[in-house]
């Protein structure tokens, strides 16, 4: 009973519900969601958030300049937010980026605006390191996404993990990323669903919880910064980061 009690008084201290990895069709290709089944979906299940991390590679903006690229990517998040105030759930703009010379690791960027995309695309053919190192992301964060799906890069590079990523399709060998988050004093680890498919129950089913609800991706960095939230995994496992 105490930690019944427990949970839901963290649960008030940290009201707002906020999903950091979700895809919508069609700018993520592996995504069956459009913007509009995203917002519905997350407003039903009592989230007040939604972070869009469609992918952002080389691969899929082949044929197009580089403006055509950033107008193409930002499409969606830009018809979720036309339906945030019909929804009731705030969207924040990130990406899930790629590095073709490097290997099948992926990072999710949070504080993301249309100038920290177009100096990812400069990198995209390029690696993890010559973008770490030429590119100043001060007001950002840079989190790689379920780091054992593929191979951990290099902690220095990183300014922390996703540990919990809960895809349904795959195996993000939860257990190892809070070895190698611990290991190497990531003092932010972050939480989600890695949302793609209708009708598959994971929806909803990783979230971290705040105090207050960001305005914008910026927002969302500072809070993460400060460290203070916490995770919520299937809406009754409450950890602390």
Do not use: W
């Amino acid at each position: 009973m105490e930690n019944i009690s427990y949970k839901s008084e963290l649960k008030k201290i940290y009201p707002y519900r906020i999903e950091m990895h979700a895809h919508t069709s069609p700018v993520s290709v592996c995504s069956e969601i459009p913007p509009e089944e995203m917002m519905r979906t997350y407003s039903e299940i009592g989230y007040h958030a939604v972070v869009i991390t469609n992918h952002f590679t080389e691969c899929m903006f082949d044929g197009m300049t580089k403006n055509e690229a950033i107008d193409y990517y930002v499409k969606d998040y830009e018809d979720c937010a036309t339906l945030s105030e019909k929804y009731n759930v705030k969207v924040l703009l990130g990406a899930e980026i790629r590095f073709e010379r490097e290997s099948s690791n992926d990072y999710l960027i949070y504080g993301v605006d249309i100038k920290i995309l177009e100096d990812a695309y400069d990198y995209l053919s390029c690696d993890i390191r010559s973008y770490r190192e030429n590119v100043k992301l001060d007001k950002s964060l840079f989190i790689q996404a379920h780091p054992f799906r593929g191979a951990p890069a290099d902690a220095s590079l990183l300014d922390g993990v996703e540990a919990f990523n809960m895809h349904h399709h795959h195996n993000s060998r939860i257990a190892l990323a809070l070895r190698f988050a611990k290991e190497n004093n990531f003092e932010i680890i972050t939480a989600g669903s890695d949302f793609h498919h209708p009708d598959v129950a994971n929806d909803g089913n990783a979230a971290i919880r705040t105090k207050k609800l960001p305005l914008n991706s910026f927002e969302l960095v500072k809070i993460l910064k400060s460290g203070d939230y916490i995770i919520d995994l299937g809406a009754d496992t409450i950890v602390l980061p």
